[in-house]
């Protein structure tokens, strides 16, 4: 079955595959089809991300998760209405789809770990400078940038000129059409659609004239580096009781984690609080609640005891989230990667039953080759 892998806002790879694919057999084939160094896999990850302006997230997604596991929750979720495949006592949850149809999610390929070798071969850095730049256009298209009316003026002509290196008076009918789209399909939701001209747009391409790629993607990125999504993963998070009250933090934030640092952020990507990974005393994982102290004081007990200043906060990607920070600090420390290795089979149980009917449930998945719990309870159905 066809499956596309979204690269951009825009673009995608078709991809043929089988619903009993796992994730991380895809990532293989598109690597495969797309001549990427084999360097990269323990860098690179699926994601199904959501671009709606008012309901933005994205959800990685584990190399052991199947195809079907992914389209099969879209249509259940569709159908039923439900919301999760979680109870209460499970730790993870390994794909989350609680949107409605006309929200569905997206599966982007996108850099989990992003590269921090300065010694890093001219192919990787151009790769990287690539995903780094279509992001930069997927989360300006969702107005989570915050950029001036000049900047995005500037960042449409670079869109201009990419998609048509001739600026000549000859191809200006193509450039107009161009200009037009690229406001009123990235600047929808912030309003540059209405703001910005195709005139000021088509003005500023003399900016980049005769220039190259390499000159306009350091253009982009320079904007794209003043803002705290640079190079970062996004995780909605709920922060405890305890931890509202004491830092005065709204109930629901994303936490934005780079190869340096946290940033608290609101849905808007505005930076609420950056706490570097020096900063970090210590880290822990309870369930689905991520618990940090940090080397800030903020009192002592009795017994002249420091106490330290505490964040605890819950995610239902808790795993993948505990992960991604240690992992960025052995990275700091070490200067490696390595992906723990974490079992995520349990045994069925009768919480995991979805009420729905089999021949609903025939046309959705075909599924024999996965002991994943959705599957497991489609066998047994």
């Known amino acids: 079955m066809p499956l596309k892998v979204y690269l951009t806002p825009e673009k995608y790879v078709l991809m043929q595959c089988e619903l009993y694919e796992s994730f991380e057999e895809l990532k293989y084939k598109i690597f495969k089809t797309l001549n990427f160094p084999q360097e990269l896999l323990i860098h690179m990850a699926f994601y199904e991300v959501c671009e709606q ?3 933005f997230d994205e959800t990685f997604i584990e190399n052991f998760v199947r195809v079907s596991d ?3 929750t ?8 439900i919301t999760t495949h979680q109870d209460d006592d499970d730790d993870e949850t390994a794909v989350v789809s609680q949107k409605p149809n006309e929200e569905r999610g997206k599966i982007y390929l996108k850099f989990r770990y992003h590269l921090m070798d300065s010694n890093k071969s001219k192919i990787l850095q151009s790769i990287e400078d690539i995903f780094l ?3 930069f256009y997927r989360l300006l298209h969702v107005n989570r940038i915050a950029v001036t009316p000049e900047q ?9 000129k990419l998609r048509n290196p001739d600026t ?12 037009r789209h690229a406001i009123a399909f990235y600047g929808k939701f912030s309003g540059y659609n209405i703001k910005i001209s195709y005139e000021l747009v088509l003005n500023g391409l003399a900016n980049f004239a005769g220039d190259n790629f390499g000159g306009m993607k350091k253009f982009i990125l320079s904007i794209f580096e003043g803002t705290g999504a640079y190079k970062a993963q996004y995780f909605k998070i709920n922060f405890e009781p305890e931890s509202i009250i004491q830092n005065d933090f709204p109930s629901n934030v994303l936490l934005l984690v780079n190869p340096l640092e946290l940033l608290f952020t609101t849905t808007k990507l505005t930076i609420i609080l950056a706490l570097p990974f020096t900063q970090i005393r210590t880290l822990n994982i309870v369930k689905q609640v991520i618990v ?4 800030i004081k903020i009192d002592e ?3 002249g005891q420091p106490i330290f200043k505490k964040y605890s906060f819950r995610n239902n990607q808790a795993k993948t989230l505990y992960k991604t920070i240690v992992n960025y600090i052995n990275f700091a420390l070490n200067g490696s990667f390595k992906e723990p290795e974490i079992s995520f089979q349990r045994p069925y149980r009768d919480s995991d039953k979805i009420e729905i009917s089999k021949s609903e449930m025939a046309v959705i998945i075909d599924n024999r080759r996965t002991n994943h719990p959705i599957n497991r309870f489609y066998k047994k159905c």
């Open 53 to 55: 302006n008012e309901f």
């Open 70 to 72: 992914v389209l099969g």
């Open 74 to 81: 879209w249509e259940l979720a569709h159908m039923t209405k």
């Open 133 to 135: 730049f279509s992001e």
């Open 152 to 160: 995005f003026s500037a960042a449409m002509a670079v869109y201009v």
């Open 168 to 179: 000549t008076i000859k191809n200006m009918s193509n450039l107009i059409q161009e200009a």
């Open 292 to 295: 940090l102290t940090t080397t």
């Open 301 to 303: 007990t009795e017994n």
